[in-house]
């Protein structure tokens, strides 16, 4: 606030040290205002450049939309972006962006996604997370086949998506049950570009989910090969897959693999193995499991937690159970 009333003061001391303020000077101090959320003040200033017989240029108007988007004031940032337009002057990349963020705070993703198309269109460059949100506004509101022609434009306009952005459209085609699109955009993608782990890892708890766990494997095979190091959510969504799918052997048998290779399982890595086991009745594959943990040497606090829970909890033959376990891990 200081720095306002400073720039105020020196605003209002140039003509007497023979300055004359221009269009910069005016700017500067619109930002300030709206900076501290003093929109009165920020209109003032601004109705003064027209006074004064001055345009204001495309950062001048996008200064006063700022003003108002944080305010949450959208129909009045939209009258200044057709007042912008009507006086001639072209919103600039920045100006497209604060429009678009808006439009998808409000949740308008029509208003959003054409405001992109016509971002396109003068050959501006959307940021990936300007993208991302709008392809989240269009799901969110079922226009999924909307957010997919949206990246298919883009690849028009030679403005090649990343993968940030194929990871939001993946989640959504899985979310709608459509993994196969999902998989067909993924290989369309990866013609061009190596997909991050966050990419395999979406199209890989998609295939999960719908009980595709070939597909999946061949996903783990491909990414592997592509020198994609799987992470804890990976392991997790196979075992996740295997044990809805009532193969929790399988399941322990990727644990295995997981701790052989160094990753680090977690608490949902351990959840979905023994509430599996349980619900198959097989509790002494649970003594397994969390013997293996032990084994390993690396059991987080939230895991501790669990096997208390899980194993201790039942007073009648818990402890008995965690006696033996630290008796046959005792070294």
């Not at 644990?255 to 097989?282: A, F, H, R, V, W």
Request: hydrophobic fraction near 40%; aromatic fraction near 8%; proline fraction near 3%.
């Amino acid at each position: 606030m200081n720095d306002v009333e400073n720039a105020l003061k020196v605003f209002d001391e140039m003509p007497t040290m023979g300055m004359i303020p221009n269009l910069v000077t005016y700017t500067t101090i619109l930002g300030g205002f709206v900076s501290r959320g003093d929109l009165v003040n920020a209109e003032k200033v601004f109705s003064e450049i027209f006074d004064k017989g001055w345009s204001p240029d495309a950062i001048t108007y996008t200064v006063l939309m700022v003003g108002y988007c944080k305010q949450g004031r959208l129909s009045d940032a939209i009258k200044v972006m057709d007042n912008m337009e009507y006086n001639g002057m072209e919103p600039n990349e920045i100006t497209y962006g604060v429009m678009i963020d808006a439009y998808c705070k409000e949740k308008r993703s029509g208003e959003a996604r054409n405001l992109i198309d016509d971002m396109l269109d003068k050959k501006f460059l959307p940021s990936s997370t300007l993208c991302c949100k709008v392809i989240d506004v269009l799901c969110e509101d079922g226009k999924v086949e909307n957010a997919c022609h949206l990246w298919k434009r883009m690849l028009d306009k030679n403005c090649l998506p990343d993968n940030a952005i194929m990871s939001t459209l993946i989640h959504w085609l899985c979310k709608e049950g459509k993994v196969w699109e999902a998989r067909k955009l993924f290989d369309e993608f990866e013609r061009s570009t190596i997909p991050s782990l966050m990419t395999y890892n979406t199209l890989i708890a998609g295939m999960c989910e719908r009980g595709e766990l070939n597909e999946a494997g061949r996903l783990w095979d491909d990414m592997v090969e592509k020198r994609r190091r799987p992470n804890a959510f990976t392991y997790n969504m196979l075992i996740k897959g295997f044990t809805k799918a009532g193969n929790v052997k399988e399941g322990i048998r990727i644990l295995e693999e997981m701790l052989d290779n160094g990753c680090l399982p977690n608490k949902s890595t351990y959840t979905l193995l023994i509430e599996g086991l349980q619900e198959l009745g097989m509790e002494g594959d649970v003594d397994k499991v969390v013997s293996m943990a032990m084994a390993s040497r690396e059991v987080d606090a939230d895991s501790w937690d669990l096997f208390l829970h899980k194993i201790v909890g039942n007073l009648d033959c818990g402890t008995g159970a965690l006696d033996r376990l630290l008796m046959e891990n005792a070294t």
